[in-house]
């Protein structure tokens, strides 16, 4: 247990070393690296495939909008939604205090935070429910389409009436 704790923890610390203006772009290298390095553990790997992945999704619909897109919009996104990874594995993946009802209610207030909070409201539903659909084969069942800064404090509302 302590090992995996130990892996969580260096996955998702990076986030808060890079400076403001580099975040998405540091967060998308790193996660591309952790995602495709052999040396890397199933739990690394597959959070960082999700990461990777989301911030991929969210660059390409961000170029095809027609609004401006702000680096500090990037940075904020990329910035809560590794905050909002980070807060479902401290209070609901590892948090051995919840009893598995309360367990599996945590996981599904973190699942309908991201869905609830869609940012581009895409049609594809396929794609953007597709690590959500899969949840069984991912640490991070959650939509591809979220506005993290929203569902991030959705989640803390909620947690904090708790």
Not at 30 to 52: L, M, P, T
Not at 67 to 91: L, P, R
């Amino acid at each position: 247990m302590k090992k995996f704790l130990l892996v969580i923890g260096l996955v998702f610390g990076m986030g808060t070393v890079c400076e403001a203006q580099e975040i998405f772009n540091s967060m998308l290298e790193h996660n591309k690296k952790i995602a495709y390095d052999e040396k890397s553990n199933d739990v690394q790997a597959k959070v960082a495939r999700f990461k990777y992945t989301a911030l991929q999704y969210m660059r390409r619909k961000c170029f095809e909008s027609e609004g401006d897109v702000t680096k500090k919009f990037m940075n904020d996104q990329a910035y809560y939604m590794d905050q909002f990874v980070m807060k479902f594995f401290e209070s609901a993946l590892l948090n051995t205090d919840l009893k598995p009802k309360e367990k599996k209610e945590r996981i599904m207030l973190f699942i309908d935070a991201s869905g609830s909070n869609p940012l581009f409201h895409d049609t594809d539903k396929e794609l953007v429910n597709a690590y959500v659909e899969n949840g069984k084969d991912f640490f991070t069942p959650f939509c591809l389409d979220t506005d993290w800064p929203k569902a991030y404090a959705a989640v803390m509302s909620k947690l904090e009436k708790k």
